[in-house]
């Protein structure tokens, strides 16, 4: 009962500091995503759940005069300050929003920087004199006037032709800059000096000057990318880049930064995009905004499609792109002559399930050539064995008995051993197909270059979510995203709807190129006989070279350990230790941050709350990295 109390209560708080049609709105889209669970999450308690986005910001994200004055001090002593640009093409804006904008970039913390504005022949007669005013108080500033209209593409190149410095940061006329900005920017052009373009985390704030909806981005990740423009706010270029590809292209306003970053990645590829884990940009959000609602602009995914479209004919690559209210989905077409899948089954007993899994496989699979391999591992029920032997007459099934105790991974790479498919499955007993296409899906992806295992959106039999990408870290070695939630949830910012880049996928369904598969080492039989073996493979896949990919265009029910039970005996305990020690001592610190997830959200839960406290360096080099109150 009390949780309930404080829930109404919080939600009282809410209702005064937001007003209550705009929360009573935004409630109901959560529930109708997420559902009860959802709303109890994003209510939850403070801040003990995380879920307080401004007590976080109070405690993690606060510059007091003493960080202030030691970022200034360590500004004042880099030998080579790089400078920055700050683009702003600027068409009509309100007075207020644009000084307001204007003075964000004045007031950094870091000097080196150029203002450079494109005003796009604003017909409010309050725009021109505001800007020459901003030119003559501050010889920083830089404005072109523009006869013509020539829309945001054409602004930005305007804007552009201003520039005299080596990096180029974009900013919305409308939009404010965290004061430390160009500074976390700056040091990291120093630190990293592979990088070429550089992003960071942004949240939304309001006309009350509330900050919100904080967007905690992961590290430069491809298929995300594809599915949304996670570069965005505050996306900082190299000059000579932009020089490179000849800056915006005129026709695709709305999409103009998703296809200039487009570009740029066909130049200089994922490794020289370097993202930075700081709020740094704060989008504004008004009743026109993109911020407020993805359907202010239809045109820019129309544009979206467009840039993506002529991305992936650039790269020779055969796709199509669709758009989502909540993003893009790529469409890789398959060959003509589609590989030729194994897809290996390990089961003992549990003919129920089996049957099921088999002959959802069968009935409801559109996708050929596949093969089927079942290890039988010393079935010894009769009406199971009797199912296995009437599946001997079908010309795609094969029945293996290995008799040896169970050890999944050494199972598995038995069969793949003998495996004549192309790629290769791993299948749990206890699935069951509900998409159709789920192996054109999975297999589409899979063989694309430079993707290496692929996994699918897995449901407990009630319809949440049990499988929806693994994030190491999380329950101290890895743990299922989103886990719990509602199938149709879309999850922390659309994640749990659009295909993405994660560390690893499950093995109760995941699809790989047998010669990947092999070039790793398969799964490690020798000290992962159970648990976390999947994890093991897909991190080594991913040191390979490879990216992992799940996709929830591909559905099935996973009725989860139905066939082994739980580990609660005192031998599965002690192993099941041994192998959380394994992974641990094989993976090392590295599980704590992985690149597919932000050090901001939190380890201990599956529904991307905020960490209480992040985990990133702290601002000031010898504050303690998990206490300092002043950390942004």
């Not at 659309?494 to 995941?510: D, H, K, P, Q, W």
Request: glycine share 6%; charged share 25%; hydrophobic share 40%.
């Amino acid at each position: 009962m009390k949780r309930y109390v404080n829930l109404a209560h919080r939600f009282i708080d809410l209702v005064r500091r937001d007003g209550a049609y705009p929360l009573l709105k935004k409630s109901v889209g959560v529930f109708r995503r997420e559902g009860l669970s959802g709303l109890r999450r994003r209510a939850g308690s403070r801040p003990v759940l995380g879920a307080d986005y401004l007590d976080w910001i109070e405690k993690f994200d606060r510059l007091d005069a003493r960080v202030i004055n030691a970022l200034k001090a360590e500004i004042a002593a880099m030998a080579t300050p790089p400078r920055i640009s700050v683009l702003m093409p600027t068409y009509n804006a309100d007075p207020v929003w644009l000084a307001e904008a204007i003075d964000s970039v004045r007031n950094q913390l870091y000097p080196h920087w150029e203002l450079c504005i494109a005003d796009d022949a604003s017909t409010n007669q309050n725009v021109r004199p505001l800007l020459e005013h901003y030119m003559q108080v501050d010889s920083r500033i830089r404005v072109v006037f523009r006869e013509k209209n020539g829309h945001i593409s054409a602004a930005s190149n305007s804007a552009l032709e201003l520039v005299t410095s080596d990096w180029v940061g974009l900013v919305d006329h409308d939009d404010l800059l965290a004061p430390h900005a160009l500074y976390c920017v700056a040091k990291e052009i120093v630190r990293r000096p592979e990088g070429r373009l550089f992003y960071s985390d942004e949240d939304k704030i309001d006309l009350a000057r509330r900050r919100h909806s904080p967007y905690f981005k992961c590290d430069m990740n491809i298929d995300l990318f594809y599915s949304q423009n996670m570069i965005s706010h505050f996306g900082v270029y190299q000059k000579r880049l932009l020089d490179e590809i000849g800056g915006f292209r005129p026709g695709f306003e709305g999409s103009q930064d998703h296809d200039l970053a487009l570009r740029c990645l066909e130049r200089i590829g994922a490794q020289s995009i370097i993202h930075i884990p700081r709020v740094l940009y704060h989008w504004r959000v008004h009743p026109s905004s993109t911020a407020a609602s993805g359907d202010a602009k239809p045109y820019a995914v129309i544009a979206g499609e467009r840039a993506l479209n002529e991305h992936f004919e650039r790269q020779g690559i055969n796709a199509s792109v669709e758009g989502l209210p909540f993003g893009y989905r790529v469409h890789y077409r398959l060959p003509e002559h589609p590989p030729l899948v194994s897809l290996i089954i390990p089961t003992r007993n549990g003919v129920g399930l089996l049957k099921q899994c088999i002959e959802s496989i069968q009935k409801k699979t559109t996708y050929s050539p596949y093969e089927i391999i079942v290890i039988d591992n010393g079935s010894d029920e009769q009406a199971t064995l009797d199912y296995l032997d009437s599946l001997k007459s079908a010309a795609n099934i094969r029945v293996i008995r290995d008799d040896r105790p169970f050890n999944y991974s050494a199972l598995n790479n038995m069969a793949i051993a003998s495996a004549n498919g192309e790629l290769v499955g791993l299948i749990n007993n206890d699935i069951e197909v509900i998409t159709d296409t789920w192996l054109e899906e999975i297999v589409s992806l899979a063989i694309q270059p430079g993707v290496g295992a692929v996994g699918a959106k897995l449901l407990y039999p009630d319809g949440t979510i049990q499988h929806a990408g693994v994030v190491t870290g999380l329950g101290g070695v890895a743990g299922h995203a989103h886990r719990l939630f509602p199938r149709e949830s879309f999850g922390y910012f659309a994640r749990n709807a659009l295909v993405s880049s994660f560390s690893a996928v499950t093995a109760a369904c995941l699809i790989v190129r047998k010669s990947i598969y092999e070039q790793v080492g398969g799964l490690n039989e020798a000290d992962l006989a159970v648990a976390f073996n999947d994890v093991d493979f897909c991190l080594r896949v991913r040191d390979a070279g490879y990216r992992n990919v799940w996709t929830p265009f591909a559905e099935l029910y996973h009725h989860e350990s139905a066939t082994r039970g739980t580990e609660d005996s005192p031998e599965k305990v002690a192993r099941f230790g041994r192998e959380v020690d394994y992974m641990q001592t094989r993976w090392g610190h590295t599980l704590d941050f992985d690149p597919a997830y932000s050090p901001n959200l939190a380890l201990d839960r599956t529904d991307f709350s905020l960490a209480w406290p992040p985990r990133i360096e702290p601002l000031l080099p010898h504050a303690a990295p998990l206490e300092n109150k002043e950390m942004a």
